[in-house]
């Protein structure tokens, strides 16, 4: 028995991510997301250690399932990265600064095994390059 498969150009790929991203309405009601998660803990990054890891001090990973990164030369603040780990095996995180380039290169050889996917505004830079 034998099976076509049926291949897309990577145009068509993203043209139909855009429309379904669209019909789930997913760029437009971010405001109900606002008050999600207020009541889970944030403690490490709250850290005076870690605040200057964090683009936005109001944007902060949850403790319960936050992205741990090894431990460099026995600093236990080294293992901190705005990032945590989302259901159905991915990572959700901030754009990385100039200050945290390291760390989050650091989070991908050490966690990520699969395609990386950056999503920004066009009209704003959010990522350092």
Same mark, same amino acid.
């Given at each position: 028995m034998f099976y076509r498969v049926q291949t897309f150009s990577r145009a068509q790929i993203l043209q139909e991510f855009h429309f379904r991203c669209q /019909?789930?309405? @997913?760029? $437009? /009601?971010?405001? +109900? *997301?606002? +008050? @999600? $998660?207020? #009541? *889970?803990?944030t403690r490490a990054g709250e850290s005076e250690a870690n605040r200057e890891k964090n683009r936005y001090p109001y &944007?902060?990973?949850? #403790?319960?399932?936050?992205?741990?990164? /090894? @431990?460099?030369? !026995?600093?236990?603040? %080294? #293992?901190? &990265?705005?990032?945590?780990?989302?259901?159905?095996?991915? &990572?959700? %995180?901030? $754009?990385? *600064?100039?200050? !945290?380039?390291? #760390?989050?290169w650091r989070m991908v050889w050490e966690h990520i095994r699969r395609p990386l996917w950056c999503f920004e505004t066009a009209a704003v830079d959010y990522c350092v390059h």
């Open positions: /019909s789930a309405n @997913v760029f $437009g /009601s971010v405001k +109900e *997301l606002n +008050e @999600v $998660g207020k #009541d *889970l803990p &944007i902060l990973p949850y #403790d319960h399932c936050r992205v741990r990164l /090894s @431990v460099q030369n !026995t600093n236990p603040h %080294t #293992d901190y &990265i705005n990032a945590n780990f989302v259901p159905r095996d991915f &990572i959700c %995180t901030q $754009g990385p *600064l100039h200050n !945290t380039m390291a #760390d989050f």
